[in-house]
């Protein structure tokens, strides 16, 4: 059964810092992996997602994050955050029958 | 509608009542989900809904909870003889059945067993 791993519940950085928000999964077959972002008093909309091709997924509000299989990793980035990024933010994984495994989340905090 | 509904957005009930909760996900989605978000426990998840194979009710934590979806449409999940540690939001997703396809989420039921 598939399952996900995020480091830190709570990280916080400065406006301007990069944001690094990590993620590890474990999965029997090959993983598709998403990061979803719940907005504060707002529901949770897909941010990004991986499922075949380029590792590296480029999605909204200038997040990436790379698809590591050797280190079962699926980081999320943001080179500048900027306050408006502040949220709580959900690795998931499925396999091949859909079934959408979430982490625990972590919340990110943006300093002025 | 556009989007998933849920309701109601807000339920407060006495322990040990029985507590139903709707889900109509978006119009030809045959993928359909529930969690629940407790505070610090991210999203649990509680059963999911494909098509129609039988539903994969791993997650359910205990049998005072059930989850049909009647027609392949509107889903919804009972909470029978509420706890107070029942007392969550609980979400409901739907997406298309596609390989990684998006699971869009709907705003929530907040309910609060006194």
């Known amino acids: 059964a598939q399952s996900v791993t995020q480091l830190g519940s709570h990280v916080s950085v400065s406006e301007g810092a990069l944001v690094l928000l990590r993620c590890n999964y474990s999965s029997s077959v090959p993983p598709y992996l998403f990061w979803y972002v719940q907005y504060p008093n707002q529901g949770l909309q897909l941010l990004l997602k991986?499922?075949?091709?380029?590792?590296l997924v480029k999605g909204i509000n200038g997040f990436e994050a790379e698809f590591k299989k050797s280190e079962t990793s699926f980081h999320l980035t943001k080179p500048s955050a900027h306050m408006s990024d502040a949220a709580e933010y959900f690795c998931a994984v499925s396999d091949n029958t859909d079934k959408l495994i979430f982490g625990t989340g972590t919340r990110l905090q943006v300093f002025p | 509608g556009a989007g998933v509904s849920q309701s109601p957005s807000n339920k407060v009930t006495e322990k040990g009542k029985d507590v139903e909760l709707r889900c109509d996900p978006i119009s030809g989605h045959t993928a359909l989900y529930w969690y629940r978000q407790s505070l610090g426990q991210g999203l649990e998840f509680l059963i999911y809904?494909?098509?129609?194979?039988?539903?994969?009710k791993s997650g359910l934590p205990s049998d005072r909870f059930s989850a049909e979806r009647t027609g392949g449409s509107v889903s919804t999940l009972t909470i029978q003889r509420t706890q107070q540690e029942d007392s969550a939001v609980y979400l409901c997703?739907?997406?298309?059945?596609?390989?990684?396809?998006?699971?869009?989420f709907g705003q929530g039921t907040r309910l609060t067993v006194v």
């Open positions: 809904f494909q098509g129609n194979s039988a539903p994969d």
């Open positions: 997703a739907s997406s298309l059945h596609k390989t990684g396809g998006e699971a869009f």
């Open positions: 991986y499922t075949t091709g380029a590792t």
